[in-house]
């Protein structure tokens, strides 16, 4: 299961932020950027979605899954810098996990 909506994912008309507390956001953030969790790179541009830019290290975008969800390195900049709303299971996972 991809962890956002993929139209969130798609097209930024349809991007949807979501305030975390700190503590669980940062551990969503450190859950997201797990090595443990990467199984692919593609060779693709990888940009921020909203602004259209180019990423730092953006010649490629890693893939990423723990066996129920997976996300992209897109996704966690975005979540990151922006709050992008992830799946509910999602959340829920992570916050019982801390």
């Known amino acids: ?8 994912y798609e097209d930024s008309k349809y ?3 979501q ?6 956001a940062a551990a969503i953030i450190n859950y997201l950027k797990n090595d443990e969790f990467l199984h692919a790179f593609l060779a693709c541009g990888e940009s921020n979605i909203l602004t ?3 990423l730092e290290n953006g010649k490629s975008v890693g893939c990423f899954s723990d066996g129920e969800f997976e996300w ?3 996704i966690t900049y ?11 299971k999602f959340i829920e996972k992570i ?3 801390s």
């Open 52 to 54: 259209g830019k180019e």
């Open 78 to 88: 975005l979540f990151e810098h922006y709050d992008l709303k992830l799946n509910e």
């Open 72 to 74: 992209t390195s897109e």
């Open 19 to 24: 305030k975390e507390g700190i503590q669980t």
């Open 1 to 8: 299961m991809f962890i956002c909506d993929e139209r969130i």
């Open 15 to 17: 991007a949807v932020f």
């Open 95 to 97: 916050k019982a996990l």
